[in-house]
Nanobody, 123 residues
């Protein structure tokens, strides 16, 4: 079992940067694939990025590729999402999630979710 707590959201102007963190409880963090998802008002929750157990494999949604970077520090039980060149359409609640399945963009395969953190990008 793992519990996830996101932090780092806020308000930023278009073109700016923001870094999110997700701290996990438990001693099995390194056995989980970690993902970031986001949900804008009136829209479904969508995949943003995913990182493998050791951090060597990452995959991004086309909409954020080249602007966002996912990373993890297993010694600190934390996964990060660095967001650069932010756009108003990046505005959403951002969630981190954990799965013991292989790398996946499908939210239904993730077993554990954080409470979310709001990111607002003004134009």
């Amino acid at each position: 079992q793992v519990q996830l707590v996101e932090s780092g959201g806020g308000l930023v102007q278009a073109g700016g940067s923001l870094g999110l963190s997700c701290a996990a409880s438990g001693r099995t963090f390194s056995s989980y694939v970690m993902g970031w998802f986001r949900q804008a008002p009136g829209k479904e929750r969508e995949f943003v990025a995913v990182i493998g157990w050791r951090g060597g494999i990452t995959y991004y949604a086309d909409s954020v590729k080249g602007r966002f970077t996912i990373s993890r520090d297993n010694a600190k039980n934390t996964v990060y999402l660095q967001m650069n060149s932010l756009k108003p359409e990046d505005t959403a609640v951002y969630y981190c999630a954990a799965t013991r399945a292989s790398l996946s963009v499908r939210r239904e395969l993730y077993d554990h979710w954080g409470q979310g953190t709001q990111v607002t990008v003004s134009s």
